[in-house]
């Protein structure tokens, strides 16, 4: 527990000196999202605590800052699982059955778009086109893509990605 | 002899395929051919010429009256006049303006900007900064999609090298010219993609759009004059420059000049990206460059245009792409997004994927598009699930006629399109949904029947998936489904091994 507490200080410093350099610019409170940016990214996800921080470093009130980070869907407002799977809803992976990727998924992690499995192994989302097309259905987890999925072969990534985990 | 080795390095890349052979890249010049991370590379391939010759040969009017005679138009969907934008920003008297590109591409089912930047950074920050000088500006920022990280990488990488040689900073190749850029990033926001909306995230807002006018070029970022484009419209400068107006008006057709960058998907043999003149049909755009359909199905129809756009049908095939052939045959330009639909999809259920889209992308601030579109989408629901009443296409049409004519921004009052076109060419299959509780396409889950075949040996596997407890029969028997107690989840039908289990929709009789 001690090193998890370190390490928040630890990130919480980081924004500090981040905020920091931002003031520095021509109008610091336009860079709001860029710092909420970098805050996820160093946190995780954007918790209350973080939030109060920008607010006190930026100026800026957490209402104000609330309401950009529910406003934009990349900031998450809850901690995310080890592996984050992205399953696109795009047009072209629509067409080519995506959302029997995304029940199947459901079904085998036990948990709904936007949500965490309770082993904080697995979190899932909706992504709009990832830009891969040609490989449609895809699904992202973390920054692999994984293309021309059928129901069975997602079903096999998990089932391996949780091997995996077991015998660590 | 330079123009001969990249002519056979393309051939060397990409082979002599029909695929390129009706193309013509413009936008598209150097994606895939140069590094993108070497300044160098874009250098050999006369990359910034054009801001030379600009910054030592033309005035800031010959610029725009360049960009004007060549009729280059937007490419980010409205298709409006650039040199027009590019005029009246330039007109405009203050001591700040800036220049923006629009990288925000929201289409969900399109990639053409983001090519453009991974593949070619150097073209974005070259075609900013002409059109900076050409309207008085002296700082640029890209709005560019998080989701993008290549982009984002190779983007930044571009600038901070333009930035040593001198191409961006104070002076700019000892001119009195002075201009930067910066790239801020977007938070996955469709609405954002709206050009007020964009400004508002880029202070660091809520992405809500503004009411125009004032327009951007009056009043934009920061509230100051602003010269905002897409990025495929920044990647054409350069080349207009170089080859002048007339070179580029003489591509294309009438009232739409150059090219335009497709990204083909869905069911089509060559999915990726395309760069066409304008003039060219869909169907010599689906066929010869696309390779048609794949697996021997037939054609149904091809969506342009996203969330905003709407479908064509096979008898509309011969329309020329530009934009007002588009707009006239019910569909529109858009961005660049065309999705090629076949036979197994069903118009009510592309119509709802894209309201739903657009319904949950709806920032709220006016109350026909956040009311008005959520229910037309549980219309459409109703619709899908077989509950349709007689009367809902006629509801879902006038909804949508009010919706487009209420809204505040491009979101709202496009986002009936793809229900209102679908219905114009479909509507016999809205029909069959409300009226005779049938999809043809057995698509819509809850229409459809399941039955069991004589390929089935008994094993079980279905009747365990069941979760309704609908399945019944003996091991190594032949099983049946009570229909009462079907549920039409379709687990059945993806535990089967043997292909036993028939998917049907039969239309039923009216009440
Ligand atoms: C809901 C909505 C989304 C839009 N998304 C984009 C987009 O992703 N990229 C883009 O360039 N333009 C988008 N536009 C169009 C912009 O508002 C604007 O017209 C365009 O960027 C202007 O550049 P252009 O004249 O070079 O096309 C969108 C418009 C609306 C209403
Ligand atoms: S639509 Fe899924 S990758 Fe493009």
Redesign the pocket.
């Known amino acids: 527990m001690t090193s998890h507490i370190h390490n928040q200080e630890e990130i919480n410093k980081q924004i500090k000196d981040f905020i920091a350099e931002i003031l520095k610019q021509d109008r610091p409170d336009s860079h709001l999202i860029t710092v909420l940016h970098k805050a996820q990214e160093l946190n995780g996800y954007l918790s209350r605590e973080v939030m109060d921080l920008v607010s006190q470093e930026m100026n800026i009130p957490t209402s104000t800052i609330w309401g950009v980070a529910t406003f934009y869907h990349y900031f998450k407002l809850n901690p995310i699982g080890k592996y984050n799977i992205s399953v696109c809803m795009g047009t072209a992976c629509y067409v080519k059955g995506a959302s029997e990727i995304l029940e199947t998924l459901k079904e085998e992690l036990g948990i709904g778009v936007g949500e965490t499995t309770e082993d904080m192994l697995f979190s899932m989302h909706e992504a709009r086109c990832i830009g891969a097309c040609g490989l449609a259905p895809v699904a992202m987890i973390n920054d692999k893509i994984y293309g021309e999925l059928t129901p069975k072969k997602i079903t096999d990534i998990i089932n391996k990605l949780r091997k995996e985990e077991e015998t660590k | 002899m330079e123009k001969q080795l990249f002519t056979d390095k393309f051939s060397y890349v990409f082979g002599d395929q029909k695929f390129f052979k009706k193309q013509k890249r413009i936008a598209l010049k150097n994606c895939g051919l140069i590094d993108p991370e070497n300044i160098d590379d874009y250098i050999y391939a006369g990359g910034y010429t054009a801001l030379a010759k600009v910054l030592t040969e033309m005035t800031p009017e010959d610029v725009v009256k360049t960009v004007k005679d060549s009729g280059l ?8 006049p ?1 040199g027009i ?1 590019w005029e009246a920003t330039a007109k405009q008297q203050n001591d700040e303006k800036f220049v923006v590109c ?6 969900p089912g399109a990639f053409m ?1 983001r090519s453009i930047i991974e593949g070619d950074p150097h073209s974005i920050v070259e075609g900013m900064a002409i059109g900076a000088y050409a309207v008085g500006a002296s700082k640029g920022v890209v709005y560019l999609r998080a989701e993008y990280p290549l982009a984002i990488k190779r983007l930044q990488k571009a600038i901070e090298d333009a930035r040593k040689e001198n191409l961006l900073g104070n002076n700019i190749l000892e001119s009195n010219f002075s201009f930067d850029m910066e790239i801020r990033l977007g938070a996955g926001a ?2 954002c ?6 400004m508002n995230s880029i202070e660091g807002k809520r992405g809500m ?1 503004r009411t125009r006018p004032p327009f951007p070029a009056v009043s934009g970022l920061f509230a100051k004059p602003t010269l ?7 990647a054409n400068i350069s080349s207009i420059i170089i080859n002048g107006a007339e070179w580029f008006s003489s591509i294309g057709v009438d009232k739409s000049k150059g090219t335009k960058v497709f990204a083909l998907a869905g069911k089509i043999t060559n999915t990726g990206l395309a760069e066409i003149p304008m003039g060219m049909t869909l169907r010599e755009i689906i066929y010869e460059v696309g390779g048609g359909i794949p697996n021997g199905k037939k054609f149904k129809a091809v969506q342009t245009g996203g969330p ?1 756009g709407g479908c064509l049908t096979e008898s509309m095939l011969d329309t020329k792409i530009d934009y007002e052939s588009l707009t006239k045959a019910g569909s529109i330009m858009g ?1 660049g997004g065309m999705i090629i639909i076949d036979e197994t999809a069903c118009m009510v259920n592309i119509a709802k994927f894209f309201l739903e889209f657009t319904q949950s ?1 709806s920032c709220g601030k006016c109350v026909p598009c956040r009311e008005g579109i959520k229910r037309m989408l549980e219309i459409l629901t109703r619709i899908t699930d077989g509950e349709g009443k007689t009367g809902d296409i006629e509801k879902l049409e006038e909804l949508g006629n009010m919706i487009k004519k209420a809204s505040l ?3 709202g ?2 986002a009936p399109n793809p229900v209102l076109s679908t219905i114009k060419n479909f509507r016999q299959e809205y029909e069959e949904h409300v009226e005779q509780k049938m999809c043809r396409s057995l698509v819509c889950e809850k229409l459809l029947t399941y039955t069991i075949n004589d390929k089935c040996i008994g094993c079980s596997a279905c009747r365990r998936a069941c979760p309704a407890g609908a399945i019944a029969g003996l091991p190594k028997e032949p099983h049946t489904i009570h229909q009462e107690l079907c549920i039409k989840c379709g687990k059945c039908y993806r535990s089967c091994k043997f292909h036993a289990i028939d998917k049907t929709s039969v239309a039923k009789e009216q009440k």
Request: charged share 25%; with cysteine.
């Open positions: 138009r937007g490419r980010g969907g409205a298709g409006f650039t934008k629009n990288a925000d591409e929201g289409d900007d469709f609405v993609g709206e050009e007020t909306a964009l759009p905002l484009n897409n990025v495929e419209t920044w905003s961005s992308e921004c491009g979101l009052q496009s």
